[in-house]
């Protein structure tokens, strides 16, 4: 990126007080420290601004508007859905943000919207129930077997713990129990959701030259799990220091896979990307059975970028350096920018 103006990193506010989710949403310092760095080492000029909500985002755009920002808001506090309209509003303003687009954010945020839009593609995913808020779960019409139990609307394995996995018909109160306190925590719908039991990749995706690139796979490593433990990646895992899960989950990057799975696993997630009309970056979950059968569980526009976190490391194994990457998002940035500035 040539003669780069000031760029503006923009992230959310978040507040301990009361907050039981306090760790993922603060997590967003990690990646905004990241990205400073990389912009001092590239010598590109930067602020840093913390954002409260849409309007509050309007006002700064308005006295400190910049051409290129590095769009690190996750969520707001008032409107967990309300994040994902920050690209079009800086766009409004006449910038160009880092990261997916409004309509890809959107659709990915609504696990609902995303299952069914994969689905409709061709694309393999866990089929279930959704059970709206107020609503008791009927399970009578799904297959004997494990579920997974998540809010449609959160990210970051919020939610999600060791209690999450039932097995219907035989815990069907438990069932019921489960997805009211669910209801009661985040005022959305429940994702009930075939679980998948056997193994999980994450994988990164990268717009380069215009393109989607598949990073190489990364599977989470359950080997320490026993029969006691559901094999999955829960809130403790990822924010939780104390927990066992968050000691032992670790990733092997690439996954050990036949060459004719892992070939599959990068198609799925190209057209992953290409269904929910992603840009820049993306990590795609999925889970594989015990025929190694893959299914998409997740499409996670803008992860986790901190240099610890499984994005940042399949980048490292495919070559791209952090400093590398920051640059080629803002260079995407830039392109977008020089469009809308044309049109």
């Known amino acids: 990126m040539s003669d780069p103006k000031s760029i503006l990193i923009l992230h959310n506010t978040f507040d301990r007080a009361g907050d039981a989710l306090y760790d993922s949403r603060a997590g967003v310092m990690d990646q905004v420290r990241a990205v400073e760095a990389a912009c001092r080492t590239l010598g590109y000029p930067y602020h840093t601004q913390a954002i409260d909500d849409l309007g509050h985002l309007t006002r700064v755009l308005t006295t400190d508007g910049r051409g290129l920002i590095f769009n690190l808001i996750e969520e707001f506090a008032s409107d967990v859905q309300q994040a994902s309209l920050v690209p079009a ?10 990261g997916n687009d409004t ?3 959107l659709l990915a945020q609504n696990k609902i919207q995303a299952k069914a839009l994969l689905a409709g593609c061709g694309l393999p995913t866990p089929e279930g129930a959704v059970v709206r808020p107020g609503a008791q779960p009927d399970t009578s019409a ?24 039932v097995r219907l018909p035989e815990e069907s109160d438990r ?18 959701e075939r679980y998948i039991p056997a193994r ?9 030259d215009g393109q989607p690139r598949v990073m190489p796979l990364a599977e989470i490593d359950f080997l320490a799990f026993d029969d006691s433990r559901p094999k999955i990646v829960d809130y403790s895992a990822k924010w939780d220091a104390e927990s066992f899960a ?5 990733r092997k990057i690439p996954a050990d896979l036949p060459p004719r799975i ?3 696993v990068r198609r799925l997630a190209a057209a992953a990307w290409n269904a929910l009309g992603c840009r820049d970056y993306v990590r795609v979950d999925f889970r594989l059975d015990e025929r190694l059968n893959p299914y998409i569980i997740e499409v996670n526009p803008n992860p986790d970028i901190t240099p610890e976190a499984g994005f940042a490391a399949a980048l490292t194994a495919g070559g791209i350096a952090y400093e590398r990457f920051v640059e080629m998002m803002l260079d995407n940035a830039q392109r977008r920018l020089m469009k809308y500035v044309q049109f």
């Open 89 to 98: 509003v800086c766009r409004a303003f006449g910038s160009s943000c880092t």
């Open 103 to 105: 309509p890809a954010l």
């Open 246 to 250: 968050f000691h032992h989950t670790p």
């Open 175 to 192: 069932t019921q129990l489960q997805v009211a306190s669910l209801h009661q925590r985040f005022a959305q719908p429940v994702l009930i």
């Open 262 to 264: 892992a070939d599959e």
């Open 200 to 208: 999980e990749l994450n994988v990164s995706v990268v717009q380069s």
């Open 142 to 165: 799904l297959p004997q077997g494990k579920y997974i139990l998540k809010p449609a609307f959160c990210d970051a394995s919020e939610g999600i713990d060791s209690n999450s996995v």
